[in-house]
């Protein structure tokens, strides 16, 4: 996947304000831990804390496109990892 470092720099920015928002105002541990999705152009954005204890986070951009019936269908295998612990980028 090609992607340019304007959405490579914009998914990292929503990255660090969703985790921010997360650890801020907390969830329930009990639940399924924070699995949450956003697009970005032609791409979709994935944040998921896991294991939510440690407070890591492993977010990817994934292409995708419209299927032939028009509904947008997500590549998963096509995509870009980024991992953050707490907001800070360790790639």
Request: charged share 30%.
């Amino acid at each position: 996947m090609k992607i340019t470092e304007e959405i490579l720099s914009k998914a990292k920015e929503r990255a660090r304000s969703h985790i921010k928002l997360v650890n801020k105002d907390g969830y329930d541990k009990s639940c399924d831990p924070c699995d949450h999705w956003e697009q970005i152009g032609n791409y979709d954005l994935n944040f998921v804390c896991d294991p939510p204890e440690e407070n890591i986070w492993k977010c990817a951009l994934y292409s995708g496109a419209n299927d032939s019936k028009g509904y947008w269908v997500t590549n998963h295998e096509d995509y870009i990892r980024f991992y953050t612990v707490n907001g800070e980028e360790i790639i």
